[in-house]
């Protein structure tokens, strides 16, 4: 059994394999009802708990379809309901929930509590979001790169807004895949330096670019996320606000990347903020594939985790 926690602390061979399976086992559903059970039932018999302590409408669904079409069942916690938002510790949390089912997905606030959970659980964790990385949202965006313009490794991908945790897992994975990867964006929402030296350790090349306009120009690909996160105070909303205006994903930005660039974003996106609705539902945007490709590369994590 195998742990899914960051990108940056998976094998590059892994990754790489499982977006391979993740490919064909889309290709192998290919215009089958959503509903239906895949041919093969990786999971028969198997339980997933889905832990979440913040919302989410992509996470929670897709991996609960996946599991399902894999013949496998799953359980839906918040962190709330359960002991743990009483006081019962992580770890002991890990220890029983490892006694009744085969594998969890949690989504957290702080990510010493994943980092806890797989301590002590013996069965598989996955990394659902934390304040600090995102990595299975990464893993089905270098997924949907990769079935619209072929292999990632060289490209240009240029992230503009907020260094956030969507980002954090992008530093990785330029790192892992070997992408080059600028980031625009005001200084004090600059990606932690950590993820930036993990990546240039892997050899990609790291940009930072005060001007949007400079920074995307001639990219392969264009991403943002929202200006506030779900863990960031509500009341540094408006600062954000202003500091963020000059990164927006409009159609000038997309202008000066490549013709042929692709526009990404893990959703839920606040329109006409970080990206205008012009870019969301234009040409370059691959949004919806994204959204749909959770579900594909999540069904690979889960493999690759469970080893079935
Ligand atoms: N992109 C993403 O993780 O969406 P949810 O918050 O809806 O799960
Ligand atoms: N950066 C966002 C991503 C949501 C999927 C957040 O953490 O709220």
């Known amino acids: 059994m195998q742990h899914f926690l960051d990108i940056h602390t ?16 889309k290709a192998a559903r290919r215009g089958a009802p959503r509903g239906l059970r895949d041919a093969d039932q990786p999971l028969a018999g198997r339980m997933v708990a889905l832990i979440f302590e913040k919302p989410s409408t992509r996470t929670r669904v897709s991996f609960d379809v996946g599991v399902r079409q894999m013949g496998g069942e799953t359980m839906v916690l918040s962190g709330k309901e359960m002991q743990l ?31 806890e959970m797989a301590e002590h659980a013996s069965v598989p964790v996955i990394n659902g979001l934390t304040n600090r990385t995102h990595p299975c949202q990464i893993m089905a965006d270098v ?19 907020d260094g956030n945790n969507v980002c954090a897992s992008w530093l ?18 600059d990606p932690e330096e950590e993820w930036i030296k ?41 600062r954000r606000h202003n500091q963020l205006r000059p990164y927006q994903v409009n159609e000038a930005l997309m202008a000066r990347a490549a013709p042929d660039a692709l ?21 370059h945007s691959v949004v919806f594939d994204e959204a749909e490709n959770r579900l594909h590369a999540q069904k690979a994590i889960l493999r690759w985790c469970l080893g079935v």
């Open 10 to 25: 998976t094998d590059p061979a892994a990754l790489r394999s499982m977006i391979e399976t993740a490919r064909a086992m």
């Open 85 to 115: 938002g009483h006081g019962e510790t992580i770890a002991d949390t890990a220890r029983v929930l490892s006694r009744y089912v085969d594998c969890i997905m949690i989504r957290t606030y702080e990510e010493a509590t994943l980092l």
């Open 143 to 161: 997924m949907t790169y990769e079935e619209h313009r072929g292999p990632i490794a060289g490209r240009r991908v240029v992230w503009s807004g």
């Open 172 to 189: 990785h994975a330029a790192g892992q895949f070997g992408f080059n990867f600028t980031f625009t964006g005001p200084p004090t929402l």
């Open 198 to 238: 993990f990546a240039r350790s892997k050899g990609a090349q790291v940009r930072i670019e005060r001007d949007p306009h400079a920074a995307v120009a001639g990219a392969d690909l264009v991403v943002t996320d929202t200006w506030v996160s779900m863990h960031d105070p509500e009341s540094a909303k408006e």
């Open 263 to 283: 526009f990404m974003h893990c959703l839920p996106a606040h329109r006409n903020d970080e990206v205008t609705s012009a870019v969301m539902d234009g040409p």
